[in-house]
């Protein structure tokens, strides 16, 4: 394949979609950092394309930067941008919509705003990473309070904090499944047992999500909350691409990137 597909990712989601590509079974994947990107020349690279990921790990200065050297791609012709830096929406401002809109049932908000949760049981997470599996579920203002205490023992970083309102999950939260999009071509990932298999319906739904947020690559994760099937994360993280379950659907959908004409 003699056009190229290049992932910018945030310097501590770098390191396993690298190792990835350095295994061999898509030479024509490449890496780079976003710090790397901003010393590139965007005039000096082949047709194909350039997938934007990791939003969620950068400050407003990388983002600036990066949607700069973005939009130095996008002006040639023979490059396709996916996932644009700023406007592309991150997984605070995705959940927050999908729930202002009416069209899921979790709720998140960020430690900092000093809101009282309506809703029980909640989770603490980072907004920066993908929620855990098996997120700690809180269920009351003095489990919350007791979590942020221990939480900010450790030095966690506050403005990173979200809780999120989890309601119908039970003693913990049940197997989920992932949606991943690259490109027109979206992958499920439900390996676990007990995970819910989404219908033709719920998948179209989830796309729609994806193209409200702008997302061309990234993913939903959905899980049973009592009877609601709901969003629970979405993001843009890079490692999605190393799931081992999805490995050659993933490596073909990003080989099928990139404007026609680079096509091999």
Same mark, same amino acid.
């Given at each position: 394949m003699a056009?190229?597909?290049? @992932?910018?990712?945030? +310097?501590? $989601?770098?390191?396993?979609?690298?190792?990835? #590509? &350095?295994?061999? %079974?898509?030479? *024509? @994947?490449?890496?780079? +950092?976003? $710090?790397?990107?901003?010393?590139?020349?965007? #005039? &000096?690279?082949? %047709?194909?394309? *350039?997938?934007?990921?990791?939003?969620?790990?950068?400050?407003?200065d990388a983002a600036f930067t990066a949607m700069q050297f973005h939009d130095r791609l996008g002006?040639?012709?023979?490059?396709?941008?996916?996932?644009?830096?700023?406007?592309?929406?991150?997984?605070?401002?995705?959940?927050?919509?999908?729930?202002?809109?009416g069209r899921n049932v979790v709720d998140v908000f960020r430690v900092e705003d000093r809101r009282a949760p309506s809703r029980w049981p909640v989770a603490v997470r980072t907004e920066s990473d993908p929620l855990r599996e098996r997120p700690r579920l809180l269920r009351s203002a003095a489990e919350l309070d007791a979590e942020l205490d221990r939480l900010e023992g450790l030095d966690a970083y506050r403005p990173d904090l979200l809780v999120v309102e989890l309601p119908g999950a039970e003693d913990r939260l049940g197997p989920a499944t992932r949606l991943l999009r690259i490109g027109d071509v979206i992958l499920v990932d439900a390996g676990a047992a007990g995970a819910p298999r989404?219908?033709?319906?719920?998948?179209?739904?989830?796309?729609?999500?994806?193209?409200?947020?702008?997302?061309?690559?990234?993913?939903?994760?959905?899980?049973?909350?009592?009877?609601?099937?709901?969003?629970?994360?979405?993001?843009?993280?890079?490692?999605?691409?190393?799931?081992?379950?999805?490995?050659?659907?993933?490596?073909?959908?990003?080989?099928?990137?990139?404007?026609?004409?680079?096509a091999a």
């Open positions: 056009r190229g597909v290049h @992932l910018v990712a945030g +310097t501590a $989601g770098v390191a396993p979609v690298r190792r990835l #590509a &350095a295994a061999g %079974p898509a030479p *024509w @994947l490449r890496v780079h +950092t976003y $710090g790397e990107t901003a010393k590139m020349d965007a #005039a &000096a690279f082949p %047709p194909g394309a *350039w997938v934007f990921t990791d939003l969620d790990r950068l400050d407003d002006a040639r012709g023979d490059i396709v941008c996916v996932n644009h830096p700023t406007r592309t929406l991150r997984r605070f401002e995705l959940l927050r919509l999908l729930r202002n809109m989404p219908s033709a319906a719920e998948l179209e739904a989830a796309r729609e999500t994806l193209d409200l947020a702008r997302v061309g690559f990234g993913s939903v994760t959905l899980c049973r909350l009592g009877r609601t099937l709901a969003i629970v994360d979405a993001g843009t993280d890079a490692a999605t691409v190393t799931a081992p379950s999805l490995q050659p659907a993933i490596l073909a959908a990003l080989g099928r990137l990139g404007p026609p004409e680079a």
